[in-house]
């Protein structure tokens, strides 16, 4: 095949953080003799770009723009924009945010259109959390619209291509009519940086350890869950919550919080967190690969996850994964891990190991070459 133009648009600002610092990365490692590789975004920092990345809307102009324009307006400008270096046999890579306009306008031009699936399909989700807020009695779950649903499964009609970061997203993408055929599994990634080094940890049985929880603390995440069973176990160590408490979960948040449960509301940098941690716990009921996870790894932390938390990464070698609801399992997991240094020592290890496997450059080529057979496949 000859050289192909691979063009990522994300309807978003960029910074170096979150969806913009992945699509990034990728962008940056999946560059190569027969794939040139551009980004597009709405606006950015000056540290996040790249000479691979343009703004639809200059930076001179950014402030202006935001104060005479709707974001709505705003984000049409930017896709029009796109267009405009959209070229037939392209492959443009949608992310989330980008209106079905943009996949219908782009599949006549004779674009290849490829989609990331970020989580698993809004209406795999839309299930899962309405039946958990129920149980719970919080209120109604109301974050997904059935027109959100309708779109996803709209804009499928003109993808040619889903990566899909996590078995779990694959399973749900299929419930909804997505065809086997047309998704490539993959993972997400991190910095070589992120590779910890310089850990100090115990590996004494039953010596005080430190579990953290990184991430948006509420029900999606399944912090109820946690501080339920991290309350049963009662183990001798503290339990570090990390992240903004959503407003619904605040009350049992605060009132949970004590001398072995504290709760750091944002940090820049988490690579101190993750070096001074023991155990790295995430119960999550609806994910795709969650970026901390691997950072997890990176550190030589053992995990105790739940499917959705260990996005497809952790293993019985670098950790216990666990439904979400078993509490039971949760309690016996947090006093195994506790009690028995020879164990974290192992499994940390493992992980540390492991995390060669899914730095960005490594990610980005297994994904490139994983396009190219599916492209091929179309010819």
């Known amino acids: 095949m000859s050289k192909q133009n691979l063009k990522f648009f994300y309807p978003n600002f960029f910074t170096k953080k979150l969806i913009a610092y992945v699509i990034m990365s990728l962008a940056e490692n999946m560059r190569s003799n027969d794939l040139e590789v551009s980004v597009m975004g709405i606006a950015s920092t000056k540290d996040a770009r790249q000479a691979f990345y343009k703004d639809a809307i200059p930076p001179f102009l950014w402030r202006i723009v935001c104060r005479i324009f709707s974001s709505e ?7 029009y924009r796109f267009k405009t270096i959209a070229k037939r ?7 989330p945010g980008s209106s079905i306009a943009l996949f219908k306008d782009l599949k006549n031009k004779g674009c290849i259109i490829v989609r990331e699936n970020i989580n698993t399909h809004t209406g795999h989700a839309k299930k899962l959390l309405e039946t958990e807020y129920r149980r719970l009695g919080i209120k109604e779950y109301n974050n997904i619209s059935n027109e959100t649903i309708l779109a996803e499964i709209e804009i499928q009609k003109y993808t040619d291509f889903i990566f899909s970061p996590s078995p779990i ?3 749900s993408i299929k419930e909804y009519g997505v065809p086997p055929e047309s998704i490539i599994p993959t993972s997400y990634g991190l910095k070589k940086s992120d590779i910890l080094s310089n850990t100090i940890r115990s590996y004494k049985d039953n010596d005080y350890v430190t579990l953290i929880f990184v991430g948006h603390i509420g029900v999606r995440k399944g912090i109820h869950l946690l501080l339920d069973a991290w309350t049963k176990a009662n183990i001798y160590g503290r339990l570090i919550l990390v992240g903004k ?7 049992l948040v605060n009132n949970n919080l004590s001398e072995n449960i504290s709760h750091i509301p944002f940090v820049d940098d988490l690579s101190e967190i993750f070096a001074k941690a023991d155990i790295f716990i995430l119960p999550s009921l609806e994910e795709g690969s969650p970026l901390v996870t691997y950072l997890a790894l990176g550190a030589g932390l053992p995990s105790i996850v739940s499917p959705m938390g260990g996005g497809g990464i952790v293993s019985d070698a670098e950790g216990i994964v666990i439904e979400p609801h078993d509490t039971a399992g949760w309690i016996d997991a947090i006093k195994t891990l506790a009690s028995n240094g020879e164990l974290r020592k192992t499994m940390g290890i493992n992980a540390h190991q492991k995390s060669n496997e899914y730095t960005w450059d490594n990610v ?16």
């Open 73 to 79: 307006n705003i984000g049409r400008f930017a896709e």
């Open 89 to 95: 046999d392209d492959i443009v890579y949608l992310w």
């Open 169 to 171: 997203v694959t399973q």
């Open 245 to 251: 408490i959503d407003d619904e979960v605040k009350d």
């Open 364 to 379: 980005a080529k297994k994904r490139a070459e994983a396009l190219k057979e599916k492209l091929q496949t179309r010819y």
